[in-house]
């Protein structure tokens, strides 16, 4: 099993930058894929990048696509995700998640979640 906490998160202005972590517990972290999805008041949860067990397969929303960018440290049992050039559009609450496919966009192929991290950017 994998637990997960989720960091960084504030508030910065539009074309500013933020790096959020996620640290992850458990004795098979290097196996998992990990995701980040986001969610905005009123919206359903938004798959926002992915990235394999070795950190060598990545994938990205097109709305988020040469702005942010996912990395892993498997020794440090952690993900993160550089988040540059923020529009408003990408406020939300942020998750990190685990799971065992790559590369899938849907919420239900990630079985461990993180309890969130709240990015607001003001324009």
């Known amino acids: 099993q994998v637990q997960l906490v989720e960091s960084g998160g504030g508030l910065v202005q539009a074309g500013g930058s933020l790096r959020l972590s996620c640290a992850a517990s458990g004795r098979t972290f290097s196996s998992y894929v990990m995701g980040w999805f986001r969610q905005a008041p009123g919206k359903e949860r938004e798959f926002v990048t992915t990235i394999n067990w070795s950190g060598s397969g990545t994938s990205y929303a097109e709305s988020v696509k040469g702005r942010f960018t996912i990395s892993r440290d498997n020794a440090k049992n952690t993900v993160y995700l550089q988040m540059n050039s923020l529009k408003p559009e990408d406020t939300a609450v942020y998750y990190c998640?685990?799971?065992?496919?790559?590369?899938?966009?849907?919420?239900?192929?990630?079985?461990?979640w993180g309890q969130g991290t709240q990015v607001t950017v003001s324009s």
């Open positions: 998640a685990a799971g065992s496919s790559f590369p899938t966009m849907t919420p239900r192929q990630y079985h461990y």
